[in-house]
């Protein structure tokens, strides 16, 4: 297998694996914010109240930005889109909303596994998103020693 096959082999598989897991994670916050959360949410202060539904929003948002960059990638690797088209600005990941350290505290131990998690993900699709705007010459020192082993065999 040629060096840029096993490129594209593992990109398919990363976006696979990051795409079962925003899909597993939103699964998981929409059982939890209608059904538990909704009981959680109840008990709370009132002002705390409407912080905790805005943090369901914030959550809800991440994991579709996520979900969308995520299968502009797929489409790309079948061939249903240009890698060009995909640095689009309409096709980049959309900015995460930020949540509140102090409101986090707040809200039910899941609520914040939830926030967290939705947080995490966006961070690390992030990092990718980044890197594919990046040019050629600015190739990762990992890549670089990749592509000498795989050059020496």
């Known amino acids: ?6 490129e594209l082999r593992m990109q398919r598989r990363l976006t696979d694996t990051l795409y079962s897991e925003a899909m597993l994670l939103a699964d998981e916050a929409r059982a939890y914010f209608d059904e538990v959360g909704r009981m959680e949410r109840e008990a709370l202060d009132p ?7 805005c943090e369901s929003l914030k959550v809800t948002t991440r994991l579709m930005h ?4 995520l ?3 797929r489409a790309v690797q079948t061939g249903e889109l240009r890698a060009s088209d995909a640095l689009d600005p309409m096709r980049r990941l959309g900015d995460a909303p930020v949540t509140d350290d102090i409101l986090l505290d707040l809200l ?3 609520a914040r596994g939830l926030i967290e998690s939705s947080a995490d ?4 699709v992030a990092l990718l998103d980044t890197a594919q705007g990046m040019p050629e010459t600015i190739a990762s020192p990992a890549l670089s020693l990749q592509r000498r082993i795989a050059g020496a065999f």
């Not at 002002?47 to 905790?52: G, M, P």
């Not at 996520?66 to 960059?69: L, P, Q, R, T």
């Open 121 to 124: 993900l966006h961070r690390r």
């Open 66 to 69: 996520i979900i969308a960059w």
């Open 108 to 110: 039910p131990a899941r």
């Open 47 to 53: 002002l705390i109240r409407v912080s905790f539904s």
């Open 1 to 6: 297998m040629t060096q840029a096959g096993h």
């Open 71 to 73: 299968l502009t990638q």
